[in-house]
């Protein structure tokens, strides 16, 4: 009982995208080459001390930027991912997922800062940051395969999607938020707008951006596992293979590690934006 | 008249949508009330116009919503302006490009802001080379500059604290260094004291007036507070729902109100911190020092008097004798050198009378006025300064010594 034929919006998607595939090919082989590169980069660095060593700069790093017992959870967490054999796979993971906050903030935070200086800037990034969170964050990868193949880089691509929102939004939000009298003051004195952003703006706003950055190091996290399903390596992949082959054991263990890795830094990453200020 | 350092020529702000329609209605001679009513406009100021010379506080007074704050930002152009001129030194603000305005705030035009607006990321040192940061100066030549500016105010040695660990005093007193460090010609004053507690604010204003002294800035002082406005301003206008109702000395204000508004606003006023001695101020009998105390008694048997000031040839005070010491004297045969009552507690023409309670309670004869050159003016009875605090100091002025 349809009054008008249904619009043939999957169609329209799908070709679309082939036009996408056709066209931008080069361009997709070149972000392809580059992201891989970074990633490898990325691994070897973190795989090159061994891992007790690494253990300790994270030790250290926890210590120096929260409190003790972060410290001390960080601590025994990598020892015991280390002890129960996921050390490889979670600095994989590790680094797909700070390579994916590093575009975030690349792309992010310019974003905000151009979307606190218009309201219609922001008026037009709103509803598509809104998009781009409550998509289911699977549809992301299909495209994503299509564009960038098979395996880690068409993850990355779908968790840099998923997790810059919040770097965008809050950095948008930081700048805005600082007092009314500030700006007047700033503007009083004769400040550009480049000075005024640079001198008043993003330091009094950097609590808030970090704020940001910390929500899009967890989503993409949350995000990369995910990606294994795409063939992402790392953590999300040990996880998706006890799935499919209903490993109760192997699946929480995988599981923990991720949790281990999620608290730690989410701690770190929150307490470097306090103690900034 | 001298040349004015800021000139307001029919300065307009309309908030909202349809400024055309709204200033339309202004020229009709709508209220602020009417005009939102019809268009949902407020006008925030209605054709402001007035001059400030160079080196005068010029107050701007009036209650909250009055559109105070909102001139002393179209001064500036922090609120763009939606018709008039601002001219400072013969050049319109409000025509300027972007460039030109930066210009003319980073070199003539400093403000001080009420909540202080101090930047919470930087030190008091950082805070007031701000000005000059901006203007890219090098860092140890606006250091050197900042310095001296806090020494000014008083804040040596709290270069390195940030604002948040100062009292309010303090942090505006960082206010104001920093809109003193780049020098300006025009300090624009937005109720710069009123977030600070009475005795702290009766201070400042206090060290203001000091500074002043020596600096002699051209200063708009925005306050909602006349007794303020009264003990700082060298002229006051008194704003209402946007527009400037009265424009005057703070004696003209408070002796010739404009208006009923203007009235209703001053009559609470402590008289006693707006007139001074020169308003209640009588005529007295001198007598030379030369003449005998028989000479001095009768006149004040004459003049029904209990008291006598002697002065010598150049009317200059040099006390005054009490009938009874005169008749003792007669007896004694003794001059009138002899009785003189020498230590008297004096006042100046423009000595507040909120000043002048104490000497006048340690001393039981009148006041003696004197003015620069010890010259003997009048004297001020007791009566007179009750009159004139009642109210009818009109009637006391009539006795003034001319």
Redesign the interface.
């Given at each position: 009982m349809q009054l008008f034929p249904k619009i043939p919006l999957a169609d329209w998607v799908d070709s679309f995208v082939d036009m996408l595939t056709d066209n931008l090919e080069p361009v997709f082989d070149g972000i392809t080459s580059g992201i891989d590169w970074f990633v490898e980069g990325i691994v070897s660095i973190l795989a090159f001390p061994p891992a007790l060593v690494l253990i300790a700069i994270f030790t250290i790093l926890a210590w120096w930027s929260s409190r003790w017992p972060v410290a001390i959870f960080t601590l025994l967490g990598l020892l015991l991912i280390d002890n129960l054999g996921y050390w490889d796979p979670t600095i994989e993971t590790l680094a797909l997922v700070l390579t994916s906050v590093i575009i975030s903030i690349i792309l992010g935070v310019p974003l905000g800062i151009w979307a606190s200086q218009s309201d219609r800037v922001r008026g037009i990034i709103t509803p598509i940051l809104d998009f781009m969170q409550t998509m289911p964050a699977f549809v992301y990868l299909i495209p994503a395969i299509l564009f960038f193949g098979i395996g880690m880089v068409p993850g990355i691509i779908a968790s840099v999607i998923f997790a810059m929102p919040p770097t965008i939004r809050l950095t948008n939000l930081g700048i805005r938020q600082v007092p009314e009298d500030l700006i007047e003051a700033s503007n009083a004195f004769g400040s550009t707008t480049k000075q005024k952003l640079i001198k008043v703006q993003l330091p009094l706003a950097t609590p808030t951006i970090m704020a940001g950055i910390n929500q899009s190091i967890m989503l993409s996290l949350s995000m990369v596992v995910i990606a294994s399903l795409v063939g992402a390596p790392g953590l999300g992949a040990d996880v998706y293979r006890a799935v499919t082959q209903i490993k109760v054991g192997i699946g929480f263990e995988a599981g923990l590690a991720i949790v281990i890795l999620a608290i730690m830094l989410d701690r770190i990453s929150q307490n470097i934006g306090k103690t900034k200020n | 008249m001298e040349k004015a350092k800021i000139t307001v020529k029919d300065v307009t702000k309309i908030f909202g949508k349809s400024p055309k329609q709204a200033t339309k209605l202004l020229d009709q001679g709508k209220s602020k009330s009417e005009i939102l009513k019809e268009t949902g406009n407020t006008v925030g100021v209605n054709r402001a116009s007035f001059d400030v010379y160079p080196g005068e506080i010029f107050v701007i007074m009036g209650l909250s919503g009055s559109g105070k704050s909102t001139l002393v930002?179209l001064l500036?152009r922090?609120i763009e302006p939606t018709s008039g001129q601002v001219l400072i030194d013969d050049e319109d603000i409000v025509r300027m490009k972007p460039e030109q305005?930066?210009?003319?705030?980073?070199?003539k035009?400093?403000?001080v802001?009420?909540?202080f607006?101090?930047?919470?990321?930087k030190t008091v040192l950082e805070n007031t080379e701000?000005?000059l940061?901006?203007?890219n100066i090098s860092k140890e030549k606006r250091s050197v500059k900042a310095q001296e500016s806090l020494e000014l105010v008083g804040l040596k040695g709290y270069e390195k604290s940030y604002p948040s660990e100062l009292s309010g005093g303090m942090q505006q007193r960082v206010g104001l260094a920093?809109a003193l460090a780049?020098d300006p010609d025009v300090l624009?004053m937005d109720e710069a004291f009123s977030a600070l507690d009475p005795l702290i604010r009766k201070d400042m204003q206090d060290e203001l007036l000091e500074l002043q002294e020596s600096m002699e800035k051209t200063i708009v002082f925005i306050t909602h507070d006349l007794d303020e406005a009264l003990r700082i301003g060298d002229r006051i206008a008194l704003m209402k729902d946007g527009s400037i109702v009265q424009i005057g000395t703070p004696e003209e204000i408070m002796t010739n109100p404009a208006n009923d508004y203007v009235e209703r606003f001053v009559e609470d006023v402590d008289l006693s911190k707006v007139l001074t001695a020169s308003h209640v101020m009588k005529r007295a009998e001198t007598l030379r020092a030369d003449r005998g105390p028989r000479v001095a008694l009768q006149l004040m048997r004459e003049q029904k008097l209990s008291s006598l000031y002697i002065v010598d040839k150049k009317q200059k005070l040099i006390g005054a004798i009490t009938a009874d010491d005169a008749a003792k004297a007669i007896e004694a045969k003794k001059e009138i050198a002899d009785i003189l009552i020498t230590d008297l507690p004096t006042v100046e023409p423009g000595t507040l009378l909120t000043d002048m309670f104490v000497k006048m309670a340690s001393s039981s004869l009148p006041l003696p006025v004197i003015d620069e050159n010890d010259k003997f003016k009048g004297i001020i009875v007791r009566g007179a300064v009750i009159g004139a605090l009642a109210g009818n100091e009109t009637e006391s002025a009539k006795g003034e010594v001319s």
């Open positions: - | 930002r500036n922090l305005l930066r210009d003319v705030r980073r070199k035009l400093s403000m802001f009420q909540r607006a101090l930047f919470p990321h701000y000005g940061e901006v203007q920093r780049n624009l």
